[in-house]
């Protein structure tokens, strides 16, 4: 695509030495770039695109877009916005066509259930034939296939990439977890969406690199429901904010509700454990209908995301048999996902990464009165400084044993994150043991669980990897604990 075309859709004037240069690739990372890339420069919590714009041109570029000076050669075009945010949105989507208008979009947000919402949605909606993509925590799916992403929600350049992509596959319906950052930092600029959720809020992503305050990140969610289209809404009427997410939204809107009076409403919950799952049954009352239900994943909060889902299907029209079937076999990739490793106890999988969480997944897990409750998790290194006192206040609040470990150290010595953890213990006497060696730690808690008990793995969830000192390895908590499974099994019958 010429420059000048490109640049028309911004309603910039490319002067004419410029306007024939063919832009073949657009990116906002200089280590991408190549002769034929259109530059943005684009300011992150971190670091500054204008400080690359230099490493862009030696890699051959020359079209820029900044929204404040750089100093390039003369033989580069270099074009100023007010926002280059918004301007890498709308380039974009105008380089890959304008994919967004050609799919029915789906939008999550709210601080925890975003991805099991999402791939609920997305497993009824397979089952029932629609082609469906999805674009969130756990990366990228459409036609059988999966790609792992670094963000919750991708830069909006990406988004608009895996749309194109998702056209050309013959994807009709998106569904994506939209955080709070995507929303204030203009990653879905442009985008309009069809159908609008929201789960649940509490303190969140607050901190240096995040949002200042509270009021901040809750105006951030709040965004989606009132500037972006939304058509219809499903909000979770039981939380408190609710109201204040709705406030500026005109669109058609339904409230779910566990033991409430809404129109959609969980009632008769019951949990249930077996070999290689837990669960919860309930019945979904919709209107003057009711219909079973069985969840492969636990807990109350579990039937707040199936209602959530099972609402926005019911809107596009999917019949409920299918619903319900699509919900019996769905377990979310690394949210409460129990590994079926060893005959006489349960490994469960989840994301969960701070106080509030790991509250929420232990108080549920505790229901299923488990011989002993024992969970595993590290924070994250170089940040997440205020999490780890209150993550350690509440796993030896409502553990029976701790192992603290690693999550992603990066640079900074794991060690000084579990003292920073165990500060949280204060007088408690909650056993633990410490393992800075994820891998290990993991290894151990499987040689270590014992009859009916339940073992949390919490904060790497879907991950297949680990950030440390600044690269990302290799790393599948999933196989970890299947293999150590299968080693502790063939020598207790090698003893034999």
């Known amino acids: 695509m010429r420059l000048d075309a490109l640049m028309s859709e911004l309603n910039i ?13 657009i990116s906002y990372d200089s280590r991408m770039c190549a002769p034929g890339t259109l530059f943005v420069c684009i300011e992150g919590n971190v670091t500054d695109g204008h400080f690359y714009a230099k490493d862009a041109y030696e890699r051959g570029v020359r079209a820029f877009l900044c929204q404040k000076p750089v100093d390039l050669p003369k033989d580069a075009a270099v074009l100023y916005v007010p926002s280059t945010r918004t301007a890498l949105a709308d380039v974009a989507a105008a380089f890959y066509g304008h994919p ?24 009824i909606l397979s089952e029932a034939g629609i082609p469906v993509g999805y674009i969130g925590t756990v990366g990228v799916m459409f036609c059988g296939r999966r790609t792992s992403t670094l963000r919750t929600t991708p830069e909006s350049a990406d988004i608009q990439l895996y749309l194109h992509k998702m056209v050309k596959a013959g994807v009709k319906i998106v569904i994506i977890e939209v955080s709070s950052q995507a929303i204030f930092m203009e990653r879905i600029h442009g985008l309009k969406f069809e159908s609008c959720i929201f789960t649940n809020l509490s303190p969140d992503h607050i901190g240096r690199y995040e949002h ?21 809404i499903v909000y979770n009427a039981d939380d408190e904010n609710s109201t204040y997410m709705l406030a500026g939204a005109t669109a058609l809107s339904c409230g779910v509700s566990v033991g409430g009076n809404t129109h959609v409403r969980g009632e008769d919950i019951r949990l249930w454990r077996e070999r290689g799952a837990l669960g919860v049954d309930f019945t979904c009352v919709f209107g003057d209908r009711r219909y079973p239900i069985r969840l492969r994943t636990p807990g109350t909060f579990s039937v707040y995301n199936a209602l959530e889902a099972i609402t926005v299907a019911h809107h596009i029209g999917v019949p409920f048999d299918i ?36 509250e929420a997944a232990l108080s549920v897990l505790r229901e299923y009165n488990p011989a002993r409750l024992i969970v595993l998790v590290g924070c994250v290194g170089g940040r997440t400084f205020s999490r780890r006192k209150p993550v350690g206040e509440t796993i030896s609040r409502l553990a029976d044993f701790c192992i603290l470990t690693a999550d992603d150290p990066d640079f900074e010595d794991p060690m000084t994150i579990i003292r920073d953890i165990l500060d949280g213990f204060g007088d408690r006497n909650t056993p633990f043991t410490a393992i800075p060696d994820r891998a290990e730690a993991v290894r151990y808690a499987v040689r270590n669980a014992r009859e009916g ?40 019958i090698t003893v034999k």
């Open 13 to 25: 004037t490319v002067p004419e030495a410029f306007a024939d240069q063919d832009i073949d690739a």
């Open 100 to 123: 967004a208008d050609k799919l029915r979009l789906i939008g999550i947000t709210g601080t925890k259930g975003k991805t099991s919402t999402a791939l609920f949605i997305y497993s």
């Open 212 to 232: 200042p305050n509270f009021e901040h990140y809750r105006a951030s969610k709040a965004r989606l429901f009132s500037d972006f289209g939304c058509e219809y």
């Open 323 to 358: 619903i319900r079937t699509a919900l019996s076999k769905t377990t979310p990739l690394g949210r409460f996902e129990v590994v079926d490793a060893l005959p006489y106890c349960t490994f469960v999988i989840d994301y969960a990464h701070n106080a509030v969480s790991l």
């Open 453 to 492: 008990d339940i073992i949390l793995f919490a904060g790497k969830g879907h991950e297949a990897f680990q950030l440390i000192r600044g690269e990302y390895l290799s790393f599948s908590e999933r196989s970890i604990i299947t293999e150590e499974a299968i080693r502790l099994s063939e020598e207790k």
